[in-house]
């Protein structure tokens, strides 16, 4: 995409039939490059909150089905208490950037870019210190559940089984995260600085 100065330098160039450069054109294109910036971060969002309907679904059915077994309900009910605190704040964060209000004028164009910046740097940094504990912990129980449910013997009579599968859920977990990560926050946070010394030179 185009570089502020670029487009400043197409205008200057620019014959008869080309759309003059003026403030409306200069925040049209603006809220084009806002609103593209920000579609990665807002399909994670989508994304995010369907895994997670997704996660208190199956939590939910083992716990109705196996409410006999004391340590599947526990481990089932302390797995959905793990990621309320995530969903809480994910949706709080999503509806903050999804009702943000649009550019009105040249004058809010610094501060709307800043705002959504930082409420995507907020909830980025939030997301990395909450999955350090979320992601080890979820990989542990929902592998010791495969394991109780569906392995004959059980967790107990298959440890190295359930270690092997524990440690390949945590790596493609943290495989899976670091490319979400770059595509939904890093890229979008580095297309913002970048933003915004255009928009201040």
Known sequence: MD?????????AKADEKTVPYNQENFLRLIRLRVKKNLGHSM?????????????????????????????????SLAGMLAYMPFT?????????????????????VRD???TQK?????????????????????????SWLVFKI?????????????TITFLVTLASCYLAIRKENQKAFRSPLKEFDELLIEFSE
């Open 112 to 114: 709307h870019i800043m």
């Open 43 to 75: 399909n994670y969002f989508w994304a995010s909150f369907a895994l997670q309907l997704i996660v208190y679904g199956f939590y939910t059915h083992v716990t109705l089905k196996y409410m006999a077994d004391t340590r599947i309900v526990m481990l």
């Open 118 to 142: 930082k409420l995507l740097q907020d909830f980025f940094r939030f997301k990395m210190r909450y999955e350090w504990m979320l992601i080890p912990l979820s990989s542990l129980i929902g």
């Open 88 to 108: 809480y704040v994910l949706m709080k964060k999503f509806k903050l950037l999804a009702t943000t209000k649009p550019i009105a004028d040249q004058t809010s």
């Open 3 to 11: 570089t502020l100065d670029e487009m400043k330098e197409k205008w």
């Open 150 to 162: 569906y392995v004959p013997g059980g967790p107990e009579g298959s440890a190295i089984g359930l």
